[in-house]
């Protein structure tokens, strides 16, 4: 039987049956990589303070743990390019006026570039074998990735979203999935942004109008609905 999150925002978050016409839910840790992440990486290097973001990664392991004991499937994403930037479209290339671009050498290596040191996930939240990791050239996860096959394979129809940044690529990958069907749920303590006002207004847009784009809740209540004695049916 499918239960809730009573505590959801803006009104309570059904998570299905797997197998059922409704489908499964999984879990999309979103570009939690050690250049957006750690100190002394790319965005450090932009003038950020990442501290914010690493106060997560506890939040986002208690989840992976949870589904991982669950058997549920996860998803992992980085933001990354070919060692030769042809993914890479000029707009993205040329955007801004920093003095650090991607496929620069950065301090941990080549920004943004595929098999770089700062391009990977932090060991924390690192995946293991049967999870799926995916490089994304864009913002959401859904563009030129094998994402949305992924998740049809298997019957997910319910996706609960964490990582960074909340207002980039955790909002574009969450509104990419709410117009491919998908209903999505955003932990609001498993996301996080370099601006603290950004992360607050994305998850105020994201729930406007009656969920317009998904859900939100916190991670206890995520984990709590998840160990409950109706999940042990899903």
């Not at 803006?10 to 570009?31: C, F, M, R």
């Not at 743990?65 to 290339?93: I, M, N, W, Y």
């Not at 209540?221 to 049916?233: F, G, P, R, Y």
Request: net charge negative.
């Amino acid at each position: 039987m499918a239960i809730r999150i009573n505590d959801a925002f803006p009104y309570p978050y059904v998570i299905p049956q797997a197998g059922s016409e409704t489908g499964g839910v999984a879990l999309v840790i979103i570009d939690m990589q050690k250049d957006f992440v750690e100190p002394g990486g790319f965005g450090e290097a932009l003038g950020n303070e990442v501290t914010p973001l690493q106060t997560i990664i506890p939040t986002i392991k208690r989840l992976l743990d949870t589904f991982r004991a669950l058997g549920l499937p996860v998803v992992h994403t980085r933001e990354a390019h070919q060692a030769d930037l042809s993914d890479c479209p000029p707009s993205k290339l040329k955007r801004g006026n920093a003095d650090l671009r991607i496929g620069d050498d950065g301090p941990m290596g080549r920004i943004l570039i595929d098999g770089e040191p700062g391009n990977t996930i932090i060991p924390e939240l690192a995946p293991i074998t049967g999870e799926l990791e995916l490089t994304k050239p864009g913002k959401g996860a859904f563009y030129q990735t094998r994402l949305h096959d992924y998740l049809e394979e298997r019957g997910i129809t319910h996706l609960v979203l964490t990582g960074v940044t909340t207002e980039v690529c955790v909002q574009t990958t969450m509104r990419e999935a709410n117009d491919r069907g998908f209903e999505c749920l955003l932990v609001e303590d498993g996301t996080e942004s370099y601006f603290p006002a950004f992360k607050k207004a994305t998850l105020e847009m994201i729930t406007a109008q009656g969920g317009i784009v998904g859900w939100t809740a916190s991670a206890a209540s995520v984990i709590a609905a998840l160990t409950s004695d109706e999940m042990k049916d899903l």
